[in-house]
Structures are given as C-alpha cells and as structure tokens.
C-alpha cells in the first residue's frame, strides 16, 4: 500500500512506509485503514473491506440518517454524495471512500433547524413514514448545487433514482420545485 | 457484513491489474463501478476470492477523438458520457442510450466499460456497441487486441475476456454525414433494464436508404443483429413502408425467451414496434424526409 496515503494496511497503520521501496505487487487486504472525511470530519477507522459505505457509515459511525432499503441499488434510501455527486453506498466498499468527501443527511442541519430542502419537503408533504427521506434529500441538495433552477425533466430524472411508497411522488416533486425557489445561496 | 469475504485489492495501473489478474487469476474478479457487481455480491450470487478495484486508475477515464473514432476509456463513468457535448456531437447514439442505463445516481458510479464487460443480456450499451461495430480493446499479460462486438459478446453475462484480460478502451465510430441513429426501448418502469431496446443506424443517400444496421436487447443471450431486416433495407427507398416491413421482418427473426416481466411473443411484437419508430427516428435525423 506504499505511496497512498488514504489506504493503509492496519499492520502498517501508524508506521510511514519509507519513500520507494522496492515496487512489489500489492496484496490483497482484508480489512485496511482508510481516512477520509465524513460532513467535514476526518475519520480514520480501519475496516473489513466487505463492509459497504452504508453499513460503516451506520455500524461504525453512528450515522442511522442514512438507511437502507433494497441493498441493490435500487431504492434509493441509502443515497449519499460522494465528492459532491449522488451514490448508492449500498453499492460501494467503505474502503472506496479513501480519501473521499461523504455527505450524508445529518450533514444538512448540523445545528437548530433545518436545511431548506428539508424545510421545503416538510411544507409540501415530501414525506409520510420518511424512510426513503434521507436519499430523497441527499439527491434533492445534488441537483440543486448544480442546477439552481432545475427544469422539470431534470427534477423527475433525478426523483426517478428513489422509490418511495407513502406520497405517491407529487409533494416530493413539489417540494423539490420550491426548494429551488427558497434555498438562497 | 454482506457480501462473502473476500480480499480486496486497488491497483494504481494497468500493468499492475494485469499482474494482480495473473497472480490470482479465476478466483480474481475486477471491480469498475460496481452498480451490478456489488448487488451480485450483496446477494452472494458471486462469490470471487480477491476483488480487483480499478477505479484508481485514472488514466482509464478518458473521451478523445483520434482520426474518425471516439476512443472512450473503459472506467469512464457514464455520466461522464452524458455530460459530454463531444459524445452528444460525435456518437448521439450512445449519448441518447446511456440516459436509459440507470438512474444519475448509478450512473456517477457506472462505468462504459463495466456495463459491456457485465453483458447482461437487456444492457443498452452492448447494443449500442453492436449497432455501431464499435472496436474493444482488451488488454492482457501478452498485449493487446481489438475485438468486433461479434468477438466479444460470447453469450448470457459471458465475454470473450479471460480472467486475466482487461477490457481498456472502446473505439466508437463517429459516422459520415447523412446517418441517423436512435435508440428506443420500453421497459417497466424508467431506469428498469429493457424489455426490449433496439438501436437503429441509418445512412442515407438522397432519398434512398444506402446502409442500415439494426442491434437489439432484450431478446437473446447477448445484443442481437438482425442482417436479413439490415438487407432488406439496403438500397431501399426510406418510406414508412419500407421500416413498417423491416420491422415485421426483425420481429419475425427474433428468438426471445419469455420470463417473469413479458412473455417471448410480447417482446417479439414490441420489437417490431419499436424497429419501426427507430428507423423513422434515424432517417429523420439523417435528414431524410418522411411522407
């Protein structure tokens, strides 16, 4: 694991590895120490690769905003962003994440209040029973960092990554809509 | 915990992945974006000894044009793809194709090259690959080859690729002027792997169709050309009657087996319907005039 400091091998963990050693061919880890940050904290844990970004984000981190619904990808609900973008972290290692930037829900309104995407989905029925809310939020706040005035195919290609079985999608849609309307940034 | 265990490994080159193959070789499985590996695992319907991480390797994401193709490298992410103005520009039909793969949120994370190594038998871009006679690049210990769509898709998920070869690049043609493509499907639910999809190739010459080509998914065990409707097209004149025949006679050769979502005469119907908007569709784009 020599020359990458996000991904470490647990029996190397705090020890540098000396600059170019000899190049061998890495082997193969079952748990490694990966550091990365998570809503703006550096976190260094060392981790069983198996374990999905989601599972350690709850399991390990205490983060239960982020749930898990299918755990295939295709739900939705376990949604957070990865450098900035929208993904499925049922669907990634944990060990992936090395030296990445994770937002996960609890990132939004870290004091009093809430963040105003989630205001908006309050205000407009964007949720009932909430468990698919936090992918819902995660995608919401993606789409509309990049695009400030989402047209309505952007809104609906992006609700379309998320299932949800309470609303029937009419206030999730309308809530986005006026998301885009109150959130000054 | 829920895939099997298994080692991980993240080489930083292709060099060292091609060496990581040879070292672990069958029991080695490579991870790209992992949007229909992870499931597999998740699910332990797979169940591989060292899983081969590429995505640190950046030198494999790359879109460029080099003399009359688009070289795409094989991790480029397909939302890369969407966002690209030159693929948009240079090959519309992956551009229109790769927005049914998925949603944005899988697309962050899949990669062009993954979705054709997976070759999962209702993928779009493997029919994209076989409609355009794309070139595969594949890479092993003793060098590289260049694969025809009909080399490299060898069945249900299955590859020419052995398990110590790795999929690179992907040389899509960028095509002459007065050829239209489109790309139609209908599947349960948007985002949902087709039922049916078929990507149609058009060139035109005046009012005539000079070559068509026609690749589907959804009704065999990989992306299916069907040369007899190709032929009949050629030389045709591009009239609604012409692609409503064309489409019959697709329909007609197309062997799909039924399953749990639509039964194999449903989907043979569908893709006589769908054949004949996609043609419609590329002779318009080609600019050819529709009566």
């Not at chain 1, 540098?16 to 809503?39: G, Y």
């Not at chain 1, 350690?56 to 755990?71: K, P, Q, S």
């Not at chain 1, 407009?124 to 995608?139: A, E, I």
């Not at chain 2, 998920?157 to 007065?178: D, K």
């Amino acid at each position: 694991m020599n020359g990458d400091p996000a991904h470490t091998t647990p029996a190397q963990a705090p020890a540098r590895v000396p600059a170019r050693r000899k190049r061998r061919l890495r082997e193969p880890q079952s748990a490694l120490t990966i550091r990365f940050t998570v809503n703006g904290e550096t976190v260094e844990r060392t981790v069983e690769v198996r374990k999905t970004l989601a599972d350690f984000l709850r399991e390990d981190l205490g983060l239960t905003g982020t749930h898990l619904g299918c755990e295939h990808g295709v739900c939705g609900a376990c949604t957070v962003l990865l450098n900035g973008e929208p993904v499925r972290s049922c669907l990634l290692f944990a060990v992936q994440a090395a030296g990445a930037g994770i937002e996960t829900v609890e990132s939004l309104a870290p004091g009093e209040g809430l963040h105003p995407v989630q205001a908006a989905f309050r205000e407009h029925h964007g949720l009932q029973c909430g468990f698919c809310t936090p992918g819902f939020l995660m995608s919401a706040v993606a789409l509309l960092r990049d695009h400030a005035e989402p047209t309505e195919e952007q809104i609906l290609e992006t609700l379309g990554g998320h299932l949800c079985r309470c609303t029937g999608y009419q206030g999730i849609v309308e809530a986005v809509r006026a998301a885009a309307r109150t959130w000054q940034r | 915990m829920k895939p099997a265990p298994f080692r991980y490994v993240a080489p930083r080159s292709v060099d060292e992945t091609l060496a990581l193959l040879a070292e672990h070789g069958a029991e080695g499985k490579i991870l790209a974006g992992g949007q229909s590996l992870v499931p597999l695992l998740n699910m332990r319907l797979a169940r591989p000894q060292v899983i081969v991480d590429i995505n640190g390797i950046r030198s494999l994401a790359y879109i460029r044009r080099k003399d009359d193709r688009l070289h795409m490298g094989a991790l480029t992410r397909q939302r890369a793809v969407e966002e690209s103005a030159t693929v948009r520009r240079q090959v519309p039909l992956l551009w229109e194709a790769i927005r049914f793969v998925g949603h944005p949120q899988i697309r962050t994370r899949g990669t062009v090259g993954g979705s054709l190594a997976h070759a999962d038998p209702s993928a779009e871009l493997p029919a994209v690959v076989a409609a355009l006679d794309a070139e595969l690049v594949v890479r092993s210990p003793s060098g590289e080859r260049a694969l025809s769509p009909g080399e490299f898709f060898a069945g249900y998920l299955t590859t020419a690729l052995e398990p110590t070869e790795v999929l690179t690049e992907i040389r899509f043609p960028v095509l002459p002027e007065r050829t239209g493509t489109a790309f139609v499907e209908v599947a349960r639910r948007h985002g949902d792997f087709a039922l049916v999809g078929v990507a149609a190739v058009v060139r035109r010459r005046d009012g005539t169709i000079a070559e068509a080509r026609l690749a589907f998914t959804g009704v065999g065990p990989g992306p299916v050309r069907v040369r007899e409707a190709e032929g009949r097209l050629a030389g045709s004149a591009g009239t609604p009657r012409v692609f409503a025949d064309a489409a019959r006679e697709a329909g007609a050769r197309l062997d799909p087996e039924g399953d749990i979502h639509a039964t194999a005469q449903y989907r043979r119907e569908v893709a006589a319907v769908l054949t004949r908007r996609a043609l419609e569709l590329a002779w318009q784009r080609s600019g050819g005039r529709t009566r």
